[in-house]
């Protein structure tokens, strides 16, 4: 039984409580004094002998009624500090001033091949296979950057927590470090992390707004080719959501609950893109980071890596890349050692690659690895259907930032909204509904308030009768465009070149709107 005896602190009056169970034969398994209370583990204790317990026990002055508890403050914490560290995915270590391993968890032991009671007889430099490390913690006072390390061999990166005597009660400082908490985050670990936190919203095809014929014919080919685990390439117009459509291949594919990681090749110079695609090793240039650093595919291991206008990727990189698509192994900058990691290929671009092939300025080789399937995001112009779709919901949104409520397009805007070609396509969309919101007053927005901010993009007005519901402007709209342009490309593909979309789509709308008339 284990009991708690309190008692109004005093000198020698715990070695009093003691001597009672001394006298009344009782032998003590464990002690915690913690003022005011003595917790004490008594195996032979019974509950019938807890009066004669307390009768001897109130002869001694300060001692308070006795109370069972279930097991004592410092076990159940000693317990509880187990059940963290065996949880804990991450390896975690404990030294002393020394730089001796005290306390280890199974992760960490696992990494190290051998058991937590092993290695909590090492020193921090024999698990490492660095003295530095540990010297230069020591002479720190624990207090150092996260940094690369290797525990038998394989690279994490080592946080550093240092761990204070505790001072006086009132104390406003913490005493001198006594050692350091050593948390130890693996490469896919941190790409885990950093999915989670800026692409935890991540679905499927329900992101990518829109009721068009070519949209559902796009989620429909998309569907097919998400759950297919090999290299996909996306094309499409600037700005009409390639990215979009890459995470919703990867939030239905079988990797959507590991990392989706993104490149934009267009963004960084190529010994950045480099380094930051491959990874590199301690020293292998100027302004490295001590110990080094894990790159994408790393990080994405078991997941996907987007590499965003894949066009602007030199020659070198491609090259490198190409050997990586061949057998997934790549070396960091500066290192020997062949990593193998477990990542798809999603690219896109807004260029024609097999032009560049042509024009020597993108390998042939790698062409076809990456276009192993291929989905193409139609532009805004094509797909006009969306147009006021897609208006609504950036709307609704732009007023929820704005904290104003929500807006309406009048029928003049409308009618601008769906006479503009869009060549910045759902981003330029996007762009204009945002101004708007920003800058009207009035909550029906009319076509003065879209700033275009390109004077070239606005489309030729076409003036038609007030009709009583959205679907009938939206109709009559369409039927006055394709009437007055008719006149001038009379058939359905000059029409199409005009309009610059696809001959399919005018045709159909052609034929909805009874053009020409007979």
Known sequence: MRVNIPFEDRVGIAHEILAVLARQGLNVQAVEVDPPNIYIDIPELKQSMLASLQADCDQVAGVGTIEVVDILPGMRRSLNLDTIMAVMEDPVLAIDALGRIVIANAAAAEVARCTEKELCQKSLYQVLQDSTIQHELIANEFCAPTREVLLNGEPFMMDVTPVFEPLSAGTASDGKAVGALLTLTAPKRIGERLHAISRAEIGGFEAIIGDSEQIRVLKKRAARVAVVDAPLLITGETGTGKELLAQACHGVSARSHAPFLELNCAALPESLAESELFGYMAGAFT???????PGLFEMADGGTVFLDEVGEMSLYLQAKLLRFLNDGKFRRIGGDKEIQVDVRIVSATHRNLRKMVQEGSFREDLFYRLNVLHLE????RERSDDILLLARHFIERACTQAQKPVSRLNQAATTAMLNNR?????????NVVFRAITMADQRVLDAADLDWAEDSMQADTVVFEE?????????????ALLTKLYQEFPSSRKLAARLDTSHSMI??????HGIPKK
């Open 287 to 293: 302004g490295a980071n001590r110990g080094g650093k």
């Open 507 to 512: 045709a159909a709308k052609l034929r909805k």
């Open 467 to 479: 009709a009583e519901t959205w679907e009938a402007s939206v109709n009559q709209f369409e039927s």
């Open 377 to 380: 995001m139609p532009p805004l």
């Open 422 to 430: 869009w060549p910045g396509n759902v981003r330029q969309l996007q």
